[in-house]
């Protein structure tokens, strides 16, 4: 049973930064793709950043290149997202998620695991 737990998420003021953290679990994750999403109210879930696990491929938003980075520790099993020069549009649930690479990698609907989400906040 695949387990994927956010954590890291809070209240932080406009020109911050936050690291959030995926702890994942159930299954070796060779060949899948790892990606952060978010959603803000009344808002569709979109896609920010993913890596590919056992590779070095990374992939980013248009609206995060240059302010997010997303990497991986293989040994512990987690996933991270440094969010710097917070903006307010930033504030969302951001969700960790999950799926085999197949070359796709911005669409959720195509991710079967997703975690719980954490909150971010940005007060401008």
């Known amino acids: 049973q695949v387990q994927l737990v956010e954590s890291g998420g809070g209240l932080v003021q406009a020109g911050g930064s936050l690291r959030l953290s995926c702890a994942a679990s159930?299954?070796?994750?060779?060949?899948?793709?790892m990606a952060w999403f978010r959603q803000a109210p009344g808002k569709e879930r979109e896609f920010v950043a993913g890596?590919?696990?056992?590779?070095?491929?990374?992939f980013y938003a248009d609206s995060v290149k240059g302010r997010f980075t997303i990497s991986r520790d293989n040994a512990k099993n987690t996933l991270y997202l440094q969010m710097n020069s917070l903006k307010p549009e930033d504030t969302a649930v951001y969700f960790c998620?999950?799926?085999?690479?197949?070359?796709?990698?911005?669409?959720?609907?195509?991710?079967?695991?997703w975690g719980q989400g954490t909150q971010v906040t940005v007060s401008s």
């Open positions: 159930g299954r070796t994750f060779s060949g899948y793709i």
């Open positions: 890596v590919v696990w056992s590779g070095s491929s990374t």
């Open positions: 998620a999950a799926r085999y690479y197949d070359g796709s990698y911005y669409r959720s609907n195509e991710y079967p695991y």
